[in-house]
Structures are given as C-alpha cells and as structure tokens.
C-alpha cells in the first residue's frame, strides 16, 4: 500500500515537473545522458526477490540505469553461470555465495577486482564486519563485495513450547542449553506427527549447512586445514555425524528425511527449529507465534553458520566501461540503502552502518541476527568445496535416516572426497 | 537404331536418377535439422567422452578410455545403473496393464466414456515438473493428505519417498498416474481397429469375454503393445524428471538413476562433461541393446 502512494506521489510530481519544464527539456536531457542497462542475475526466488524488484525499481528512478534482472534458483544460477561466462553471455553482475567464489575464481568466470577500485569506488573495509570482507577475496586477490550475512537461528514456536512446559522464569520459551538438554526438551515436545527440534528448512536429511553448523561448533570441518585432504572421518566429525542420525532414526524427535520442516513449523507441528535467517519474514507473514534465540551450542563452540551473498562480476567477453560503472553505481546505491533490505528482506548487511539503525535494533529477530556476529562461521576457500556439499548429501541422509551406521558412512564420504578429481 | 538405342538406355538411368533424388530434396531440411541437433551432439558426445573435458576449461586431452574404465569403480553409477534397471522392470508390468484394462473398459462402451478419457488423459498434458510437486505434496509426511487419511483410517503411515523401501514405488506410482492417459489413447485406437466381425464369430462360437480378449483382443493388439512396450523400456531407461523433483535421488542414492547421475556429473559436480558423456554413452549401449532384444523377441509374431 505505502508503495504504492509513494509511487502515485511520485508520478504526480514527475508529470507537474513535465508540465514546468516542458517536454523538450525532457527530450534533451535523455539524449545528453544516456544510461546504461545492465544485466544483473541472482538467485533471490524467495519473498527476498519481490524486496529486491522493488529496490531496483527505486533505483532506476533516481539514478536512470536500468537493470534487467534474472531471478534464477542458485543451484540453476551456478550452472547457468559456469555455461554462459566462458561463451561471454554472463551477465554484467551477478549475487552468489561466498563458497562458490574459489571455484569460479579459479576456472575464470570471475573477474578479479583491483584494491584500488574498490577503494576508488569508495568502499572501505573497515565498513564492513571482517569476515564478510575476507570472504571476497581467493588466494590474496579480490573477488567480490558482500551484501549481505544470511545465517542461521534458532525458531521456537511459542504455542508448542507452552504447551509442553517449556518456558522460563519471565514467560518466554526455554532455551537449550546443550544437545543433552535439547533432546529432553524435543521429546518433551514431541508426539504423532507433531516434532521437538528439526534442522534445515525442507529435506532435513540432507541439509547441508545444519550438517556444517554442527561440525564447525565441534571444531571440525570438510577439509583439514592444510585444504589437502577430507577431515570427515576424524572422531569430532564422526561424533557429529551420530548426533544427526540420533534425532530422527534413533529419538524420533526430528521430521522425516524428506519433510518440509518450513511447513511443519508454520502448521504448529515443530517446536524448535534451527534454520535460516531469511525464513522468519514468512512465518511473520503467515503470522505464526514464534519466538527466536541464537543458535544454541549443542557441541563445543558455539558458531553460527553464515554465508554472505557477494556481488561479482562475471568475466565479460569484451568489458563496457558505462556498463562496469552502472554496476558499481548499483552496488553503491544498494550499500547505502542496505537497511531497506534488512528491514524488508530480512537479511542482515555485511556494512556496519546499517546495524545502528534505530528500526533495525528495535527488531527482536534482527537484534539476535546481528548479536550472533562474532560467531559466524563460513565454507573453506577451496574450489572443491561445492563438490564436497554435492556428495555429503545423500550419504549424511542415509546416516539421518538410519541406513547407515555413522562411522561407516562418514568414512565412505571421506574417501569419496578424496577422490574428487583436480 | 543403335544410336537411337543407346541414347534411350542412356536417358532412362539418368532420367531416373533424377527421381530418386527428388525424395531426398524433400528430406533435405529435416535431415540438416537432425544433423546439427540430433547426430552432431551425439557424435561429439561420443568424442568427448574420450577427453576430460569440463565446461568452463577452454584446454582439454585425450584421456582415451580413463573416463569408461573410472565408470567400472564408481559404485554411486552401478547403484544408479541397479535402480534405473528396477524402475523399469518394476514399472513395465502396471504401466502395460493399467491402461489396458481401463482402455477395454472404455471401449465396451461404459457411462460418461468421453469425459473420463479426457479425465485419464488430463495428468499427461501436465509437465513433470507439475506432476512431481504435486505427488511432493500428496506424500508429504508431515502436512501431506496421503498420510492425514491413512492416520484418520488408523493405518501406519510413513514417510514414503524417505524410506528406502518405498522411495521407488512411490516414484513408479506417480509415473503411472502421469502416464496411464496417454497409453490408454493408444490402446483405444488400436483396439478400435479390431473389427468387429472376429468378436461376433466369436460369440457365434460360444467364446467367453475372457476368451475373446487371450484370442482375439492381444494378439491382434500386438503391434500396439510392442510400441507401447518399446516406448517405455526407452523412456524408463531415461526416467529422471520425477526422480529430481520427487527425491533427488534419495534417500542416500536409493532412487538415484543413470540420467540424473550424468546430469549432476555434468551440471552440478565440477561440470564433468567427458565423464558424463561416457555415462550417456553407456546409457545408449544399454538402450540399443533391449531395444533389438525385444524387435527380435517380438518381430516374427507381428503383422504391420
């Protein structure tokens, strides 16, 4: 509704400024400055890509650059990605995960990014929480500018935990403290078709990030650090890996392998539930009561996964200096403007500024977001890290669904791993 | 005369030279159409399953046989190759006899015959895509309607595409509503070319409707039933769209099949096009294969 009474607004005092000045005027000053469009794909599908439209809409109103967005899934991005660059039909910026830099950093689809620009451009580091700033750059060159920290966070519906006692002194629902306390507390919870505790937002078996959360709160990871060899089969990896077949096979307290765990939650039939940060605008939407808290520690740090979204640019096959400087212009409008995008996408910037907006503070959920910040963990900086995700899937499902024992399945994938070809 | 002869033998040949290659004329743009996008891509196909090729890499070597031999140790294609070769045993049977039966059904001539073939035929004018988000739906186990009723039945329930066991059934069954329209339009042409004549000789002969339908009805639906039987071995040795909307491949691999094992080899897993070409490969030598083994096997019996 406000959007569209600002536009209305805005609309009407476009035309009384015709009206003044008189269509000449107008006609002139378009052919003086003409403005570039530039091609921009990324993989906001979600309520986030509406936020997104109507930004870029804002944009090409005050600035005049237009942008044709592509609106793709990210694993369809990727791929599209990978054929299109190397053919010089990338686009002219493109928004992916941190993770996916090394990988296209190395094969060539990204265009390194001087210092100097980025300086020259105006951006500086000490803006921006440190971790999202490194996570730019591969083997000491630059590679992309972060937008924003989607992460995890702990769900809990208020209705359930109630219902189940769980609740603290003031009234609010009781925290986990340690995985002992969370599967009490998820059997607590749980009965029917009715689950304690889920991580992942659909196909909990194969949730790959929740699986990465846990193994880098118990200190380990994919890779060792040397980045040479899998670190799956070590006993802290293996200790994770029998605590995610524990919650459904064994406790019975998480949803099914396949289940939608989004769904479940709004339909008051999960009550705890760690999952991603650029979920809880919908359960606002779908006014469901729920409360949150940070990701609780179940194992001996307690880390937060994250994965900031970078802003690239895809390797032109011959580089347009207007279009190169359209995209800067959108970068910098967008950095300006990142609190818009936190307060309505949900999504909690990478620039500091915006983190002492007095709307963003007095936000419940993005207040925890941002406390989280010196837990954030993200992907190793390998080009094999996608891979890695690609083929610990199945096997961390089959280990879910209690197909196979831990230790067995977790050696497998090691192996597997290991045998990723160069 | 000599002359007058051979110039004669000499214009005939050509004059029919000239009329052979009048067909072929005809088939020019068809056939341009299928070299550049049928017979190029499978022959480069077959000539980069001998390369590392990897899309994105301008630079790629001969690797000779490396990518069929890794193909011998990698057990996640042998338990792609298990489970394509399941789906389609497993799925011949209903996917034969679902539309036939209900084919016969309709063409005796029951109440509302137009609006239920239309009602059949309606899932197969959807896209897989559309089809498996539904079924994704209907089996959901938590907030789905399959599990709501068998729970308000009391009958157990289960989460049917997570369980190993009933994964590919699950898969198979949504095939089969997808399917069952378009093959029961094609049993009903075929039976609808059964002339009517052989079913009164046969009455007059005192033969029973079962005996009417081994004697007369399948073997002269024979053609029909080799074309649907053909036709679906192809297609279910190419099943992947269901497959990856309805599970992934899961859970673990136990409904992973060839084609989806080629895709993220391509497209998802470092973009292995050499490796998933000798896949593909594979693929063809297995399809080639049935497919001659049931010409051969059916062949002989059947009047075209």
Known sequence: ????????????????AVGAVGLPGVARRAVAQPKATISYWNGLT???????????????????????????????????????????????????????????????????????????????????????????????????LPLDVPQHILYMNVKLMRAAGLVAADGSPKVPASRDELLVMAKQIAKGDTYGFAIGTVNPGKYTWGFQNLLWQNGANVYTPDLKRSALAEPAAVEVAEFFGAIHAQHKVAPPANASCRDA??????????????????????????????????????????????????????????KRDAAWAHIRWMSDHVAEWTLRAGQVSARRKAHSDPRITADPVLKTLLAQAPNWQGGQPTPKWVAAENLTRPVIETIYIGQKPARAAMEDLARQINALPE | MAAADRGVKHRAPRRLRRGALTPYLFLVPGLLLFAAF?????????????????????????????????????????????????????????????????????????????????????????????????????????????????????????????????????????????????????????????????????????????????????PLLRPVLLFVFVTHIIGSFQIFGQVFVLTQGGPGDATRTVVQHLYETAFQNFFHFGSASAMAWVLFGVIVVFSLLQFRLLRGHTEY
């Open chain 1, 1 to 16: 509704m406000n959007g569209t009474r600002v536009t209305r607004r805005r609309f009407l005092a476009g035309a009384a």
């Open chain 1, 265 to 322: 939650f709004i339909a008051g039939k999960l009550g705890m539930w760690i999952a991603g940060s650029w979920n809880f605008t919908g359960l606002r939407d779908a006014k469901v009561d729920f409360a949150v808290a940070p990701v609780p520690r179940l194992f001996k740090q307690p880390v937060v996964w994250s994965m900031p979204h970078q802003y690239t640019f895809p390797k032109p096959k011959a580089l347009e200096a207007a």
């Open chain 2, 38 to 218: 049928r017979l190029y891509p499978l022959l480069d196909g077959l000539r980069l399953s001998f390369t590392n090729a990897r899309l994105g890499r301008p630079q790629y070597a001969w690797v000779g046989l490396a990518n069929y031999q890794r193909l011998l140790d990698d057990t996640r294609f042998h338990a792609s190759l298990w489970n394509t070769a399941f789906y389609t045993v497993a799925s011949t049977l209903p996917i034969l006899a679902i539309p036939l039966v209900l084919a016969v059904a309709l063409n005796r001539g029951v109440a509302l015959k137009t609006f239920l073939r239309s009602a059949f035929f309606f899932p197969f004018t959807l896209s897989v895509v559309t089809v498996g988000l539904t079924w994704l739906w209907l089996l959901d186990p938590v907030v789905g309607p399959f599990n709501y009723y068998l729970r308000t039945l009391g009958l157990p329930t289960r989460s049917w595409l997570a369980d190993p066991y009933t994964a590919m059934w699950a898969i198979i069954l949504t095939t089969v509503w997808w399917v069952t329209g378009y093959y029961l339009v094609i049993y009903l042409a075929g039976l609808q070319d059964i002339p009517g004549e052989l079913y009164e000789a046969a009455a007059l002969d005192g033969a029973s409707g079962w005996r009417s339908f081994w004697s007369i009805t399948l």
């Open chain 1, 46 to 144: 979600g309520a986030d890509g509406k936020v997104m439209d109507e930004l870029i809409e804002q944009f090409t109103r005050e600035t005049g650059i237009r942008i044709e967005q592509q609106r793709i899934p990210w694993a369809d991005l990727y791929a599209k990605l990978q054929v299109s660059v190397p053919a010089g039909e990338g686009p002219d910026l493109a928004l992916i995960h941190t993770i996916e830099v090394p990988h296209f950093a190395n094969d060539g689809v990204l265009e390194p990014i001087d210092e100097s620009t980025v300086s020259g451009k105006g951006f500086r580091a000490d803006e921006y929480l440190p971790s999202t700033w490194q996570g730019g750059i591969y083997q000491g060159k630059r590679y992309s």
